[in-house]
Structures are given as structure tokens and as C-alpha cells.
């Protein structure tokens, strides 16, 4: 009896270590995702977007965490709530005005996707007599390739490092694919039409 109790525990403690090396195993650096952030950021309103000198963007702070930075040299950003966002926008004269919203989402543990996106507002203050209140959201479209995010990060576990691309890099990659498999069609069809 005492040896099987033995023999459990050895085998419980010899599974437990095989557990943690296959799990931790394979090390890769921690991700600091508010760099992730940070450099969607200086990428969507620097190079894809490109903003006028001093310009500040409004991000819903909701989205993102707090302790990204705000100066970003070219442009700024200001983390203010929705409600504060919409109610700094209806007190301009013609009520109009855009914000942006980031999301962050995870493809296990080696590819995560920044995105960077926002509606245009029209805030109508209502008219004296009626004081009817409203809110027009116009969201835009990137096109129809399909999603896209602002920024992908991949993990390289070669170079132990993780790599940045951009939507143009994406969206390049993507068409250059779908002209492929086109041409690959094309050719395809060419070839029965030529059979007959």
C-alpha cells in the first residue's frame, strides 16, 4: 500500500514537470501591448492618415489603456470619454466632429492586431422650441477586401523578436494574393475554352 502511495506521488511530481516545461517551455518576451498601441498610433496618424502639424485627435479612453503617451511630436492624442467626447462636439458651432476608437485582439499567443477606427459626429442641439436632441454616426468603410486591421504584430520565435505590419503591408499581401488566384483562373478557364 505504502509503495503505490509512493509510486503515485513520484509519477504525480514527473507529470507535473513535463506539464511545465512543454507550457513554459517555449519562451518568448512578454508583450508590453501599450507599445503595440503606440506604434498603431504613429502609424495610423503619421503615415496612413497623415494629420496637420499640432493637430490633436481625439481617442475614446474606454478603448485603450491610460498610461500610452500623448505627444507624439507631429500630432497628439486626448484620451476623454464618449459623453465628454459628444458633449465637446455638440458645444462647436456646426456641431460636427470625429473621434477614435482602438481595439486589441489576441490570435493565441503570437499574433495580436491593433485596430484604429472611428465614426464622424453630427450632434444636433435641438431647436428651442422643440428641444429635440440627436446624434448622427457615420462610420466609414476601409473597402471591401475584407478585415483588415491598423496594425499586426506577429511574434517571431526565429529572431525572438515580434514584427510590425501595417494595413498598406496587409493590404498589399492580400491583393497580390487574390491577383494570383485570378490569374490562376483566368488561365484555367483559357486552357478548357481552348479544349473545346
Same mark, same amino acid.
Given at each position: 500500500?505504502?509503495a503505490r502511495i %509512493?509510486?503515485a506521488?513520484?509519477?504525480?511530481?514527473?507529470?507535473?514537470?513535463?506539464?511545465a516545461?512543454?507550457?513554459?517551455?517555449?519562451?518568448r518576451? %512578454?508583450?508590453?501591448?501599450?507599445?503595440? @498601441?503606440e506604434?498603431?498610433?504613429?502609424?495610423h496618424?503619421?503615415?496612413?492618415r497623415?494629420?496637420?502639424?499640432?493637430?490633436?485627435?481625439?481617442?475614446?479612453?474606454?478603448?485603450?489603456?491610460?498610461?500610452?503617451?500623448t505627444?507624439y511630436g507631429?500630432?497628439? %492624442?486626448k484620451?476623454?470619454s464618449?459623453?465628454?467626447?459628444?458633449?465637446?462636439?455638440? =458645444?462647436r458651432?456646426?456641431?460636427?466632429?470625429?473621434? #477614435?476608437?482602438?481595439?486589441v485582439t489576441?490570435?493565441?499567443?503570437?499574433?495580436?492586431?491593433?485596430?484604429?477606427y472611428?465614426?464622424?459626429?453630427?450632434?444636433?442641439?435641438?431647436?428651442?422650441?422643440?428641444?429635440?436632441?440627436? @446624434?448622427?454616426?457615420?462610420?466609414s468603410? $476601409?473597402?471591401?477586401?475584407?478585415?483588415?486591421?491598423?496594425?499586426?504584430?506577429v511574434?517571431?520565435?526565429?529572431?525572438? $523578436? =515580434?514584427?510590425?505590419?501595417?494595413?498598406s503591408?496587409?493590404?498589399?499581401?492580400?491583393?497580390s494574393?487574390?491577383e494570383?488566384?485570378?490569374?490562376?483562373? $483566368?488561365?484555367?478557364?483559357? #486552357?478548357?475554352?481552348?479544349?473545346?
Open positions: 500500500m505504502k %509512493i509510486i506521488s513520484i509519477l504525480c511530481v514527473v507529470l507535473s514537470l513535463t506539464n516545461i512543454l507550457v513554459y517551455g517555449q519562451s518576451p %512578454i508583450p508590453n501591448v501599450d507599445s503595440f @498601441i506604434e498603431a498610433i504613429l502609424y496618424f503619421g503615415e496612413f497623415v494629420l496637420k502639424k499640432g493637430q490633436t485627435v481625439l481617442i475614446v479612453k474606454d478603448s485603450l489603456n491610460a498610461t500610452i503617451k505627444d507631429k500630432f497628439k %492624442i484620451l476623454e464618449k459623453s465628454d467626447i459628444f458633449k465637446r462636439i455638440g =458645444w458651432l456646426n456641431g460636427k466632429g470625429a473621434y #477614435e476608437e482602438t481595439t489576441w490570435f493565441g499567443n503570437d499574433t495580436c492586431d491593433v485596430d484604429i472611428g465614426p464622424s459626429v453630427k450632434v444636433n442641439r435641438g431647436i428651442p422650441f422643440f428641444r429635440k436632441k440627436y @446624434i448622427v454616426l457615420t462610420v468603410c $476601409r473597402g471591401t477586401s475584407g478585415y483588415i486591421p491598423t496594425a499586426r504584430f511574434y517571431d520565435s526565429t529572431a525572438n $523578436r =515580434w514584427n510590425m505590419y501595417n494595413y503591408e496587409i493590404l498589399k499581401a492580400k491583393l494574393k487574390e494570383e488566384e485570378m490569374s490562376a483562373l $483566368r488561365k484555367k478557364y483559357y #486552357e478548357e475554352r481552348a479544349a473545346k
